[in-house]
Every structure is written in C-alpha cells, then in structure tokens.
C-alpha cells in the first residue's frame, strides 16, 4: 500500500470510498445497480454477498452519497448544498439505528431496514469513528470544481485543497496563473480584464 494510503484511517477510508463511488469529473458512477450496489457493499464486509437490495434501496443510498460529499465540501472550506443536507437528513430518518455495546464495545448499529440499513449504519458509525478520533474534517473533497473526489487530509495543518496536487493542483494553479497573466497584460495595454479599453 502506498505511504499516503496507509496512513488514512479505516474509518476514513469506508466514508471515502463510498463518496467516491461516483466521480463527477468523469461522469463515472460504479452504483448503477442494486446488484452493484450489493456487491460493493459485499466486499467490503457490510452486507451478506447474497444480500437483495431494490432500486428504492440503490436511490436512498446516492442520496446519502452525495448529502456526504456536500458536507465534505463544507470541510474543504465551500458552501455545503443546502438542498443536500436535506436530502441527507431525511434519507437519513429511513435508517433506524441504535447503540450497540455488544461484540465491538459502543457502536452504531441498524435497528432494522434490512441489508440496506445495515450497511449505512455501519457507514454512519464510520462517521462516528472520524468524528471520535478527530478525522472527520479532515475528510474532504477536492476544491476543483469539476472534481470534487473525496479524500484524507493528512497535512499537519489541514490545508491541503486538492486530491492531487499534481493533478488538480498543479490545473488550478495554472489556471489562475494564466487569469493573473492576463489581467496584467490587459492593464498594461489599458484595457480592464473584459477587454475593454480603459486608456483615457
């Protein structure tokens, strides 16, 4: 495992990988059906492989994805979606969970739901976990905004704003760069960044 990887915590690495089922810069989404959906919660030990989830399941669980990903968004220092949250907080109060001291000591567990809230319950206590060993807004997304992918903010600091500094970074560094460019080259021929002329 890479260095940067091994040093993301479990519980991290759930919540992140389930945002990232979907990567908006691409257009690529991995849930594109119950059966994916199973199957990606399967290998990752959340529900049985022969789990059944529907397609009311596979709906409420995006919906939890990308309510995750706005409040990620708010870690990264953006406004988080309103409209998202809300979706969030009322896919939310489909997936009865309760306290469980059993097996693992104090955890989230489902208090029913089937396979489907089972599984999110095990996400939301990854969530918990974050929130208790002081990771959670250290899990962000990526400040391009036609990124978006989630990742572990592993810097003393926490300032890092890209998922990949030599990916994202380096564009969105390039891209003001040439904006400052360009904004200097219109002032020294007296023109305003529009391109009007501004000599008197």
Request: glycine residues 8%; charged residues 30%; aromatic residues 6%.
């Amino acid at each position: 495992m890479h260095d940067e990887e091994a040093r993301v915590p479990p519980a991290v690495r759930l919540v992140r990988d389930f945002v990232n089922t979907y990567e908006p810069q691409v257009d690529e989404e991995a849930l594109t059906a119950p059966e994916r959906l199973r199957d990606w919660f399967a290998d990752r030990g959340l529900v049985p492989a022969d789990a059944r989830l529907r397609p009311a399941d596979l709906a409420l669980a995006i919906t939890v994805r990308e309510g995750l990903r706005s409040v990620l968004l708010g870690h990264a220092g953006h406004r988080a979606d309103p409209a998202a949250l809300a979706d969030l907080d009322r896919a939310l109060a489909a997936v009865p969970v309760r306290m469980t001291f059993a097996d693992r000591g104090p955890r989230l567990a489902a208090a029913g739901g089937g396979a489907l809230g089972s599984a999110l319950a095990q996400i939301l206590d990854a969530v918990r976990r974050c929130a208790e060993e002081q990771t959670w807004t250290r899990l962000k997304v990526c400040d391009r905004d036609t990124c978006r992918w989630a990742y572990y903010d592993a810097s003393r600091n926490q300032a890092r704003r890209w998922c990949s500094m030599a990916g994202c970074g380096n564009y969105v560094k390039m891209r003001r760069a040439s904006a400052a460019r360009k904004r200097r080259t219109g002032a020294a021929s007296g023109q305003d960044p529009a391109g009007v002329d501004t000599t008197p």
